[in-house]
């Protein structure tokens, strides 16, 4: 919208006594003018104070913080999560907490921290703790979900004095000081497992670094008594954890509050905790049995609870993130890790299945997941084969061998490109392998659609890190389109790409999820496979538990008398780096299209084909559009009769 049409919403909302929609189309004005500029003509300006003065009576009212409260727990119980919406009552009730007039109850606060923590929002849940905290400074649990979130988010060292200070506090509940020594004991043992990557670390750096590994093992040990196994059990196993790895590290003298070994700590909790792990409620109960089975040694039984857990329904997304960087930071295991490799296999492949998730997959472990994940051994040690995909997971890991990182000449990762087959995307195309990417990522320069600021295929670096293996290209694109167009650039690889892989391109139509919950929902699962934030292969997916649910929402033109480009709306979790990316349906896993730009999570995007409303989705190219548009522009030219009877080349 332009600043005028906005200012004309911020005046029927005022009218209307909408004090939500006053504050959503200011924050829009707000973002229109920072971004791009758009002045306020001196009419508008008055008409913007006028409307504004018309609500002053709601400002000093207010929205119910407590329906807030509640849109934002009903919004996450939705699968998946509506999250765009979650954000959005978190920006009314952030606001209204600045002033000590709104009452809110603790608890309320609290639920809507842990709300918020457990979709793994910590950006949010840090700043609306350090309000609250505002508010009231003596609440032990929120200072606890504030050092929680800022350890998630890599800030171990400034959570140690917030964890800290609530020992200080008077009249803390035994819950919170428990926890309190838990999380302690996490940041310790994540600085130390930072710093210590493997026995081979140099010895001066692991006895640098060793008195944060006593420490944590002290913290844990704090609150677990070895009498009473099943209290406290999920810290009881963290110390059998951390002595184990002390012991792989060298440090035979480690400190040891318990005076018990790692095989009697974890013989302890087996026994109080496996006759009731399969059907109890809670999943960490599972979730330990497996791990001190693994601290045993005893793979079968391990794989068998981790494989109770990975079943537990519903499954929190930062507790399954948790667990699977326990098993690979402190277990320190990968994917051919003899007996023990194939529990990350389960939980990487239960990853796939979240309902909105994300896993990584590093190069060095790409060729051995694969293997591992379509090996009878793997789904021998699973009860109940059908709870898990595996084949799903093998076929994510095979189509992520043919992703590349499309790097500047420093190598940095700016996007992401895929490979595949001239022929099966056009027959102007001869059957070379190339690579397809955004135009707003790579465009030759003295070309139609080039795009200022990219990267130039004649510098351009590309990693295939399935193989670690550097490829070159021509040093000039095939075909390419402007953002406003395909935003499209295709090149010639002119290396070997050794036994990677190139992506196959859909067929039909695919089905849309029909938004009207009246009607019956057919659709198509995406996923998509890139480098987001330039890190390592990710591959992020949809899913609702039924199954049913379609997350490609919309297709087709803008607007209804356009023929292309053809527009992909779906809804899969993607970050900056992901520009170029190949969009898969997750059925077949082929490539349906090339995606294109997230999407603002306040204001969503506008609907396809002239239809009106807005909905929270991302936007790819369709494949079929692309297509398309390589034929035209690729087809021969044909020689034509000029006024003179001369013949011309066709333009």
Wanted: charged share 25%.
């Amino acid at each position: 919208m332009t600043t005028d049409e906005l200012i004309v919403q911020i005046s029927h909302a005022s009218h209307a006594g909408d004090w939500a929609g006053v504050q959503q189309y200011l924050g829009q004005l707000k973002k229109v003018m920072a971004e791009q500029g758009r002045p306020i003509n001196s009419p508008n300006a008055y008409r913007l104070v006028e409307a504004l003065s018309d609500c002053a009576p709601l400002m000093r009212q207010g929205p119910d913080p407590y329906a807030l409260v509640r849109k934002i727990t009903a919004h996450a119980a939705t699968t998946p999560p509506n999250i765009a919406e979650m954000r959005s009552s978190w920006d009314l009730l952030y606001a209204m907490l600045a002033d000590h007039e709104v009452r809110l109850a603790s608890p309320d606060v609290r639920t809507v921290l842990e709300t918020f923590r457990n979709v793994r929002s910590f950006d949010l849940v840090t700043r609306l703790a350090d309000r609250a905290l505002m508010r009231d400074a003596g609440d032990a649990r929120v200072r606890n979900v504030y050092a929680q979130s800022l350890i998630e988010t890599g800030q171990t060292f400034a959570a140690i004095p917030m964890l800290e200070s609530v020992k200080a506090l008077p009249n803390v509940a035994k819950r919170d000081i428990d926890e309190t020594h838990g999380l302690l004991g996490r940041a310790n043992k994540q600085i130390y497992i930072d710093n210590v990557k493997s026995p081979s670390t140099p010895l001066a750096t692991r006895l640098q670094f060793k008195p944060y590994l006593e420490r944590a093992i002290t913290e844990y040990a704090a609150v677990y008594d070895p009498s009473r196994p099943a209290e406290n059990y999920w810290q009881g196993a963290q110390v059998a954890a951390l002595l184990a790895l002390a012991a792989e590290d060298g440090f035979a003298n480690i400190k040891n509050p318990t005076g018990l070994s790692t095989e009697t700590l974890s013989r302890k909790i087996i026994d109080a905790l496996a006759p009731s792990a399969e059907n109890n409620p809670d999943a960490w109960v599972s979730n330990t049995v497996g791990q001190c089975y693994l601290a045993l040694k005893d793979y079968e039984n391990a794989a068998k609870y981790y494989g109770i857990f990975a079943r537990h329904r519903p499954m929190q997304d930062f507790v399954l993130m948790g667990t699977v960087r326990q098993l690979e930071q402190i277990w320190r295991i990968k994917p051919d890790t003899p007996g023990a490799g194939s529990l990350l296999a389960i939980l990487k492949a239960e990853q796939v299945h979240q309902v909105e998730g994300a896993f990584t997959l590093p190069s060095r472990q790409l060729g051995t997941l694969r293997e591992l994940a379509g090996s009878p051994h793997t789904e021998s040690m699973v009860e109940d084969g059908d709870f898990l995909k595996l084949k799903e997971l093998r076929d994510a890991v095979q189509r992520a061998g043919g992703v590349v990182a499309v790097k500047s000449p420093m190598g940095d990762t700016m996007g992401t490109g895929f490979l595949f087959k001239g022929k099966d995307l056009s027959d102007r195309l001869d059957n070379a392998v190339y690579l397809m990417t955004n135009a707003h990522v790579m465009t030759e320069k003295n070309k139609e659609g080039a795009e200022p600021g990219t990267l130039d295929p004649q510098t351009v670096r590309l990693k295939l890190e399935a193989l670690d293996l550097e490829l070159s290209c021509e040093p000039v694109t095939s075909w390419q389109s402007p953002i406003v167009k395909h935003d499209t650039s295709i090149v010639k690889i002119t290396s070997s790409i050794g036994d990677a892989a190139t992506l196959p391109f859909a067929k039909e139509t695919l089905p849309l999820d029909i938004e009207d919950p009246a009607l019956a929902r057919t659709g198509t699962r995406v996923s998509i496979i890139g480098h987001p934030k330039g890190g390592d292969l990710s591959l992020s997916i949809v899913k609702s538990l039924s199954g049913a649910k379609g997350l490609l929402v919309d297709m087709g033109p803008r607007k209804p008398d356009e023929a292309d480009p053809v527009y992909l709306h779906y809804r899969a979790p993607t970050e900056r780096g992901n520009s170029g990316s190949p969009v898969f349906e997750a059925g077949g896993w082929n490539v349906i299209g090339l995606h294109h730009m997230g999407f603002d999570q306040f204001e969503g995007r506008h609907k396809l084909n002239g239809k009106t409303g807005m909905h929270h989705a991302n936007e790819g190219i369709c494949i079929k559009s692309i297509r398309r548009a390589v034929d035209k522009d690729l087809a021969p030219q044909k020689a034509q009769t000029g006024k003179w009877g001369l013949m011309k080349k066709a333009t």
